[in-house]
């Protein structure tokens, strides 16, 4: 017996039972005594915030209702370990962060190990203690969400974690300088330690996370003088409230890499900035002034680029 309770996306929950019973259902299955049953669903019921719905069905539940219904029916278990496949994929979108924050209290609280399956990498990021990134069932990276943030080994990785999506474009690396459609880029801290095995000359992907940038007004002096600052038109800006998203194009084709295009058909060309026509969008504070349709001048840190090569996807800094 592996002793591993399981949540799926589906609730599974039996409409004829109450949520009581639902709970209950497999103690009564392994033959645990009514005292324990009744001690082990008041304690999870309790847990979940479910004590007044106990008596109610599955069909007077809201979904975040139900699927801590479903959890409370594998917390009763007391399994060594749980396995949670998309738990959270059928509820809306205010609803998933809702449940996401229960889910991290509940297992915090509990101190189960989870394995929690998701396509959702702002599910796994805030979740996962590690992180493990597949790709067609082929392990790509696994570590802290810090480490696959900061330091991704690849393409995919680096284009599937982090929203907006990391930008790619084409670079040539000589030195401590990193030629790039913008303009000669002079590396510092971080990105000139990931570029220090390149032969000079050499052709890499670069990869620019939109929070790497900046508009340019609002950088202080010091700052900006260890940074890279640049003019280009704006294409379209859209404000969220606390920040805005700026795209505009670079001067040269697209990145030709047939890893960029598969990363394309996996996660869709809008998710992958600078895979196909050469768009970047770069995140800014609210406070910026630029306009669509407006050349406005932007900052880049310069510490934070990667490089990839354009023949395996490999991360520079990987080896």
């Given at each position: 017996d592996r002793d591993i309770a399981m949540v799926f996306q589906n609730y599974a929950l039996y409409p004829h039972m109450t949520v009581r019973e639902n709970m209950a259902f497999p103690l009564k299955l392994a033959g645990a005594s009514k005292e324990e049953i009744d001690d082990k669903v008041s304690e999870a019921a309790r847990i979940l915030d479910l004590g007044q719905h106990l008596d109610r069905k599955p069909a007077n539940l809201s979904g975040g209702q139900r699927q801590r219904v479903a959890m409370g029916r594998a917390i009763v278990r007391d399994p060594k370990a749980f396995l949670m496949d998309e738990p959270l994929s059928n509820l809306d979108a205010k609803l998933r962060v809702q449940m996401r924050t229960e889910v991290a209290r509940i297992q915090s609280r509990l101190g189960t190990?989870?394995?929690?399956?998701?396509?959702?990498?702002?599910?796994?990021?805030?979740?996962?203690?590690?992180?493990?990134?597949?790709?067609?069932?082929?392990?790509?990276?696994?570590?802290?969400?810090?480490?696959?943030?900061?330091?991704?080994?690849?393409?995919?990785?680096?284009?599937?974690?982090?929203?907006?999506?990391?930008?790619?474009?084409?670079?040539?690396?000589?030195?401590?300088?990193?030629?790039?459609?913008?303009?000669?880029?002079?590396?510092?801290?971080?990105?000139?330690?990931?570029?220090?095995?390149?032969?000079?000359?050499?052709?890499?992907?670069?990869?620019?996370?939109?929070?790497?940038?900046?508009?340019?007004?609002?950088?202080s002096?010091?700052?900006?003088?260890?940074?890279?600052?640049?003019?280009?038109?704006?294409?379209?800006?859209?404000?969220?409230?606390?920040?805005?998203?700026?795209?505009?194009?670079?001067?040269?084709?697209?990145?030709?890499?047939?890893?960029?295009?598969?990363?394309?058909?996996?996660?869709?060309?809008?998710?992958?900035?600078?895979?196909?026509?050469?768009?970047?969008?770069?995140?800014?504070?609210?406070?910026?002034?630029?306009?669509?349709?407006?050349?406005?001048?932007?900052?880049?840190?310069t510490s934070k680029l990667h490089f990839f090569d354009p023949e395996n996807g490999r991360s520079l800094a990987a080896g």
């Amino acid at each position: 017996d592996r002793d591993i309770a399981m949540v799926f996306q589906n609730y599974a929950l039996y409409p004829h039972m109450t949520v009581r019973e639902n709970m209950a259902f497999p103690l009564k299955l392994a033959g645990a005594s009514k005292e324990e049953i009744d001690d082990k669903v008041s304690e999870a019921a309790r847990i979940l915030d479910l004590g007044q719905h106990l008596d109610r069905k599955p069909a007077n539940l809201s979904g975040g209702q139900r699927q801590r219904v479903a959890m409370g029916r594998a917390i009763v278990r007391d399994p060594k370990a749980f396995l949670m496949d998309e738990p959270l994929s059928n509820l809306d979108a205010k609803l998933r962060v809702q449940m996401r924050t229960e889910v991290a209290r509940i297992q915090s609280r509990l101190g189960t190990t989870t394995v929690y399956v998701t396509h959702d990498q702002t599910e796994a990021m805030t979740l996962g203690d590690r992180v493990a990134v597949m790709r067609a069932g082929v392990l790509q990276q696994v570590g802290a969400p810090a480490e696959l943030y900061g330091n991704p080994v690849n393409l995919f990785v680096a284009g599937f974690i982090g929203s907006p999506a990391m930008n790619f474009m084409p670079g040539r690396l000589d030195g401590e300088t990193v030629h790039l459609p913008m303009g000669d880029v002079r590396l510092a801290g971080d990105a000139r330690e990931r570029a220090a095995g390149a032969q000079s000359g050499q052709h890499v992907i670069a990869g620019i996370r939109p929070e790497s940038f900046e508009d340019a007004s609002l950088v202080s002096g010091d700052v900006r003088d260890r940074g890279f600052s640049f003019r280009t038109k704006i294409d379209l800006v859209e404000s969220l409230g606390a920040e805005k998203y700026a795209y505009f194009q670079v001067e040269e084709s697209a990145v030709e890499s047939e890893e960029l295009r598969e990363l394309a058909e996996d996660a869709g060309t809008a998710e992958v900035p600078g895979a196909q026509e050469g768009q970047v969008v770069a995140r800014l504070e609210s406070a910026s002034r630029v306009e669509r349709g407006e050349e406005a001048e932007l900052w880049l840190d310069t510490s934070k680029l990667h490089f990839f090569d354009p023949e395996n996807g490999r991360s520079l800094a990987a080896g």
